[in-house]
């Protein structure tokens, strides 16, 4: 079946810009997360969702962040007033509940802040 | 932070078994301890987790030793498509959140 899918795969954008990145995870999951990666690291932790509501939003970095999933499938990452240090590859990842099951992750959308 | 360490970087020959170490020694009784692996360019991929047996599935072997202080990843037969960065995870199950914590993982070269 489909996995989970994220679009754009690139994005390319100015400083001080807004960016939406979307994430179509596979039908049925429940859990969302979003990590985002930096060259050379593991991927970092920003969100969870389980249904439409956000269970843990630790991870995100500051309030320009913000994140939606309103039907409880497609989600949504927005970043405000968008920084250099913004530029990463912003990954996706699903699973059919919380708990043990493994987490499913799509390709990534690689954001560029010029 | 990553309750994990791990080498940065291993090589592994062609058809010959890949041990890759973790060493968590801060785990705690309800943590898991997960493994993925993340080819160039794509996102991670799960691969194996166990608590406190030993574990094998189709893709690898998870030993855990019996203080749980570290475990092994063991791809029995190496293949050139397994040369990627593996993550070794732990996971608190019980903290009411499920993210990851990724560390920086081993390169694996596996060579022709």
């Known amino acids: 079946g489909a996995g989970v899918s994220q679009t754009p795969s690139n994005k390319v954008t100015e400083k001080g810009k807004y960016v939406e990145l979307r994430c179509d995870p596979i039908s049925g999951h429940t859990a969302l997360y979003w990590y985002r990666q930096s060259l050379g690291q593991g991927p970092e932790f920003l969100i969870y969702f389980q249904g439409t509501g956000a269970a843990d939003d630790s991870g995100l970095p500051n309030d320009r962040f913000f994140a939606v999933r309103p039907e409880g499938s497609v989600s949504t990452l927005k970043i405000q007033r968008t920084e250099r240090g913004d530029s990463a590859v912003y990954l996706c990842?699903?699973?059919?509940?919380?708990?043990?099951?493994?987490?499913?992750f799509g390709p990534g959308t690689r954001l560029t802040v010029l | 932070d990553a309750k994990t360490t791990q080498p940065p970087s291993m090589d592994c020959a062609e058809g010959r078994a890949a041990n890759l170490p973790c060493n968590h020694s801060t785990i705690s009784g309800n943590e898991y301890v997960y493994w993925y692996r993340q080819i160039h360019s794509q996102g991670p991929q799960y691969i194996i987790h166990?608590?406190?047996n030993n574990e094998t599935n189709e893709m690898a072997s998870l030993i855990i030793t019996e203080d749980r202080k570290s475990s092994t990843l063991i791809l029995p037969h190496a293949t050139l498509r397994d040369t990627a960065v593996y993550y070794c995870i732990v996971r608190d199950l019980t903290s009411g959140t499920y993210k990851y914590i990724f560390g920086t993982g081993t390169r694996l070269k596996v060579l022709a």
């Open positions: 990842a699903s699973s059919l509940g919380g708990g043990l099951e493994e987490q499913f």
């Open positions: 166990g608590l406190k």
